[in-house]
């Protein structure tokens, strides 16, 4: 049955004008190789239209295995990368920016985020240099990524913002306010590490949520991803993953129909 769902099953979800299914995948280990480029055309055949990338993924090898294997891009697919970690300055984006065109193959980026806040320099000034490069035509849209809502209200002051990207899993909720921040004002909210990590704790995703997953014949990962589509209409998890099998399993996530009960209690386990 896992061979015959799609991204479809999770619904859609609008990324400023842009339209794509709820369950995205993340390709944070991604590298240039057949395995994964037959990874990136199954997606694609499975209808995961929104890919997420990052500049420094895999020392850019990431982007790399994108550009080589979906260029020229299909209609509909979005592709979104990030830029800019803690020491990077405005002005270092342009070449960061440059370099993810060429990589990815793509005159304009769909989705661009900034990677992370440089904690000396002004927000208003690294969102102002992504604005340059929207005006430019080089991006569409801006994101930002491991943010507070002071400072997506702080950005918005300077561009509009459509995303944001932050950790957040059933067992790491430190943005709850957040996500409802951006439930309310329509912003896509992207948690990475959705199946948990670092302080999430991958393990302990699977071990808290062991005993209800097989009320549901299902896989603790599969109730983690139904618990965030469940959590908010503007959840995009992007699970990331290098096997087909994971791929085809956490598509079938979206199957999953939580009872309200259950919703609350995995929501009170972290």
Request: glycine residues 6%; aromatic residues 6%; charged residues 25%.
């Amino acid at each position: 049955m896992i061979d015959t769902i799609t991204a479809k099953e999770a619904g859609t979800i609008k990324i400023g004008d842009l339209s794509v299914n709820r369950l995205g995948l993340g390709t944070n280990r991604l590298t240039d190789t057949d395995e994964n480029r037959h990874l990136l055309t199954t997606a694609i055949e499975l209808d995961v239209n929104f890919i997420d990338t990052a500049h420094r993924y895999t020392g850019g090898n990431s982007e790399i295995a994108i550009g080589n294997t979906l260029s020229p891009y299909q209609d509909g697919l979005v592709i979104t990368t990030k830029g800019g970690w803690n020491d990077t300055r405005p002005e270092q984006l342009r070449d960061l920016v440059e370099e993810s065109l060429r990589r990815l193959k793509i005159d304009c980026i769909d989705l661009y985020q900034l990677h992370r806040v440089n904690p000396t320099v002004p927000l208003e000034d690294s969102v102002g240099m992504l604005k340059r490069f929207q005006d430019e035509g080089k991006i569409r849209h801006i994101g930002l990524s491991e943010v507070s809502i002071e400072q997506l209200e702080q950005a918005q002051k300077v561009a509009p913002i459509v995303s944001v990207q932050n950790e957040y899993n059933v067992m790491v909720r430190t943005h709850e306010a957040l996500v409802d921040y951006c439930t309310e004002h329509s912003i896509a909210f992207i948690p990475w590490f959705p199946l948990g990590g670092l302080a999430g704790g991958a393990e302990e995703v699977v071990a808290r949520l062991a005993d209800i997953s097989t009320k549901y014949h299902a896989r603790p990962q599969q109730l983690a991803l139904a618990w965030l589509l469940k959590r908010s209409p503007m959840m995009l998890p992007i699970p990331g993953t290098l096997s087909v099998e994971h791929l085809k399993a956490n598509l079938a996530s979206a199957t999953f129909n939580l009872t309200e009960e259950d919703y609350q209690l995995l929501t009170k386990m972290a």
